[in-house]
């Protein structure tokens, strides 16, 4: 064979073998890296899913122990609650009590007074001004007499609603 025609037929093998390569690469290199990107994305993908498993697991533990905590503080508020109510109740019952008797004590001594000024009005007439005095006194000895049963009766109202609550309050423990 000429030794040209060897040249040129090496030049012929030597480009379509280059040829095939490009094209073999060509088609070979995108598929493998292709390939190579699915894998990443699929372990960014589990790598991301266990990222989120383990946010969500926190959550769930922060939550569960919002939940615990909120139990505690509602436990700590009621009995908080029945203790100032108690209290309050004790307060209340002292204040009505002292009050009443500053009343009684009121209505005593006014009592006293109207009827002095009836047994001195008896040994001799009285002016027109102690007649005032004496109506006054009256008026005032009615008025502590009405304060003084309404003050009983609110007495015994709050009273029976406290006992109303103290028996909701052990119903519901």
Partial sequence: MNPDVQVALIVVAGVVITGMFGALTGFVGPVVLRRMDRSQ????????????????????????????????????????????????????????SNLTEAIEDSLVSAEAALLTMHELASFRPPAPEGLARIATMEDKVASLRIKLADRREQGAMAEAQMAAEAKRAELAE
């Avoid at 769930?60 to 939940?67: D, F, P, S, T």
Wanted: hydrophobic letters at 45%; a negative charge.
């Fill in 41 to 96: 994305r699929a372990a960014e993908r589990q790598e991301d899913r266990k990222d989120r498993e383990a946010v969500a697991s926190q959550a769930r533990e922060a939550a569960e122990k919002l939940v615990a905590s909120n139990a505690e503080v509602a436990a700590a508020a009621k009995e908080t609650g029945a203790q100032t109510l108690a209290a309050v109740g004790v307060i209340h019952t002292l204040v009505n």
